[in-house]
């Protein structure tokens, strides 16, 4: 049964069919808002997203805590003072980061709201905010019916789901690409100066979101020079205007130095012709690519386990049998659409609906095959994430597909076969989380840990990680970057059989928290297997997501524990010496110059090791053993670290050695004359010895690189009334 035409109907055909629509439309929006806020508050914080929050300000909650300096520590939580600081923050951490939603972050941190959850809720609403903008969009192409299909597969996208939760801003992405191709058929349909203004807005910030952005208006711009040469006069506007649009943008391409093909090699490959073409088709199939996580958690609540798993494991079955439905659909709008029905406002001549056919399949296809080709020609550089808002074309192409069907039956059966697919794919991602479970985790760790165990987490990233989603708590919280290091920091604190603080009469406990490959379950056999062979045990709790993360209590074997014979890995000295760094936080000095100790036992020319022990000990007071381990930390290796040399000359100081002390600071401005500590223990040095204008200079310096140093302030004031009373 054909679409009836809004200018064939009566007027209160016409206003049935308004109101019918705008039903049917309302209740897609609240389903697709229901399916996003589903879940959302169970998400984890996982390291694409932690990686520009730690540059935010911290929630609320966690800087009321006592422990928020430890966290802040642990985390490496550094809060920007500015937006350009965060913006160059960014680029440090991400060499490739436009500025576009980093700003927003910033703005939305500091005025809005300083929680996760609230970043959360913006990017939901921006999906949200799609659904009826892909209804308009496909609605001026194909009718009404077209649209609320095309809004209908967008509202139950699992993938589109899954962005919409993300702090991350391919959601944002994908709007503004919505947002550009319907206002990019309107002004070429003749429409006034709001689509131009919309159009040149959204593909100005497409690349400054994302620089891959930038394929769709080339995609406009493609369509332009294929269909549009005639209408020259437009398409030299159009082209000068972007073309002027578009010159600061690769200025600023040329500044950006992103990672060599080699430091990005562990994640990014070129696919494989299956995968690829998954993207191209199955971006909502769970299993198809590494986007979402297909689980049997809804399905159980419903029949028994055995038949919940076997939903799961047709998964792949339907998503190739979804890729050939997609194919059908596409072939089928073209060949109905291969005659003139859409005509341009103002009485010009038609505008052939195939064309924009064409435009459609051109923005489904042509972004993927271009990041394919660099991949394969150039370097890797396609994730299907990128091509997020291509799924957009091909919903409006679904939803015009069926819209042309005449009959009604088949019509009904190609509804019931879109409607089923997203059914189950929405069943399969909506039964536990889709991002790798840290929050649970945590909650394990919390409930069942004294205050005073130690946490080692399985890899440095991940420990900045796990500790962000467990909160400021009184808990050391150090890493091993290898199961041998993670198993024998294990080993190492347990055989120290230290007593609780918390829990009189008990001893303090060990957590070992992995996380393993994407899609992989428990348990970590090579961790397991070096905990045996130090004659540990342990008990295990996993967690879900992509990702599963395991919390292991480890314990002392009934025959004791037995530390490694065999040769570590050469990363282990340095672990061990960042495990007594988190001592020397914790303000467990004895146990940090223990770690410092078993670090120099795997490699005794560490110098790293002797320098945080030196530290430690200059907290407990023993400045001898301190100056000690700086001077050997110094001769291993003097540039090191530049802490060693400040650290050295504050104890010179104490010592009352000001010569010894000035030459200690002086290597450290010269190691980096930006560093105020060396500038401003430089300052106190010269002072002791009377070199009050030299001393004057010093802490002038520190001031100006530290504008906030109250303690350079008081010395300086203090410098400056003993010169006048000399």
């Known amino acids: 049964m054909a679409e009836v035409s809004p200018t064939s109907a009566a007027p209160s055909q016409q206003a049935g069919h308004h109101w019918v629509t705008r039903v049917a439309l309302g209740g897609i929006v609240a389903l697709g808002l229901f399916f996003r806020v589903w879940g959302i508050t169970g998400e984890s914080v996982w390291f694409d997203e932690f990686v520009s929050l730690i540059l935010l300000k911290a929630p609320h909650a966690y800087v009321q805590s006592p422990h928020y300096e430890r966290w802040n520590q642990t985390v490496g939580h550094q809060e920007s003072s500015s937006l350009a600081a965060c913006l160059r923050a960014n680029r440090s951490l991400d060499p490739a980061t436009m500025p576009a939603y980093p700003t927003f972050e910033y703005c939305w941190n500091g005025l809005v709201s300083d929680s996760a959850l609230s970043l959360r809720l913006y990017s939901l609403f921006v999906g949200v905010l799609m659904i009826p903008l892909i209804f308009l969009f496909a609605r001026d192409l194909f009718g009404n019916f077209a649209g609320l299909m095309a809004a209908l597969c967008l509202a139950m996208s699992p993938v589109h789901r899954y962005y919409g939760q993300e702090i991350r801003g391919y959601v944002f992405i994908a709007f503004l690409a919505l947002l550009s191709a319907w206002s990019f058929f309107h002004l070429l349909r003749g429409g006034g100066r709001r689509w131009w203004v919309l159009n040149v807005a959204a593909n100005t910030l497409l690349p400054w979101t994302h620089v891959f952005g930038l394929r769709v208006p080339m995609v406009e711009g493609l369509f332009l020079l294929l269909f549009h040469l005639r209408d020259l006069r437009r398409v030299l506007r159009w082209s000068a205007v972007h073309a002027l649009l578009f010159i600061p943008l690769a200025m600023y391409v040329q500044t950006l130095h992103y990672w060599s093909p080699g430091a990005a090699s562990s994640w990014q490959k070129v696919p494989g012709a299956a995968e690829f073409f998954s993207d191209l088709l199955a971006d909502d199939a769970a299993g198809m690519t590494h986007q979402i996580r297909a689980t049997s958690a809804a399905f159980a609540q419903f029949m028994s386990s055995e038949a919940a798993n076997m939903l799961v494991e047709a998964r792949h079955m339907v998503g190739w049998a979804w890729m050939g439905a997609v194919l059908m659909f596409a072939l089928w709008l073209m060949a109905s659409k291969f005659r003139p029905t859409v005509p341009d406002a103002g009485g010009s001549a038609p505008s052939p609906a195939w064309r924009w056919v064409v435009f459609l399949l051109m923005w489904w296809l042509v972004p993927a095959l271009t990041l394919y080709a660099a991949s394969v020609l150039w370097r890797p550089c396609i994730f299907p994430r990128y091509t997020l808002h291509s799924s957009l074309a091909l919903y409006i192409i679904v939803g015009g597909a069926i819209a042309t069907i005449c009959r009604l039956p088949v019509r009904i059966a190609a509804v019931c076969l879109v409607g089923g697919f997203f059914l189950y794919q929405d069943a399969l991602v909506i ?227 000001p010569d010894g002390a000035i030459a200690a600071f002086r290597r450290a401005v010269d190691m980096d004359a930006g560093f105020a500590p060396g500038h401003a223990g430089l300052g106190k040095a010269l002072a002791a010895k009377g070199e009050f204008d030299a001393a004057i200079n010093a802490f002038r310096k520190a001031m100006s690189l530290d504008p906030n140093d109250a303690e350079s302030r008081a010395a300086l004031q203090d410098a400056v009334k003993r010169k006048a009373s000399k």
């Open 431 to 657: 039964g536990e989380t889709q991002r790798p479970d840290w929050l649970s985790a945590a909650a394990h760790v919390r409930a069942n840990a004294q205050s005073d165990d130690i946490i080692i987490v399985d890899n440095s990233s991940w420990k900045r990680v796990f500790a962000y989603n467990l909160g400021p708590v009184e808990n050391v919280v150090a890493y091993g970057n290898e199961p041998e290091v993670q198993a024998e920091m294990c080993a190492f604190f347990l055989g120290k059989d230290l007593p609780s603080r918390s829990n009189p009469g008990k001893s303090r406990g060990v957590w070992a928290i992995t996380q393993l490959d994407y899609f992989k379950e428990g348990p970590n056999e090579s961790f397991e297997k070096q905990l045996a062979m130090r004659g540990l045990t342990f008990t295990r709790s996993e967690f879900n997501g992509f990702q599963h993360i395991l919390a292991y209590r480890v314990l002392p074997g009934v025959k004791g524990i037995s530390s490694s014979p065999y040769p570590m890995s050469p990363n282990a000295p340095t672990e061990f010496g960042e495990l007594g760094m988190a001592f020397w936080w914790a303000k467990e000095y004895t146990t940090a110059v223990a770690a410092c100790r078993k670090a120099l036992e795997i490699d005794p020319r560490n110098a790293r090791a002797y320098s945080y022990m030196g530290m430690a000990f200059k907290e407990m007071g023993e400045r001898d053993a301190a100056l000690e381990a700086f001077r050997k930390a110094v001769q291993l290796n003097p540039d090191d670290l530049i802490w060693t040399h400040v650290n050295m000359g504050a104890v010179l100081m104490e010592k009352g050695d």
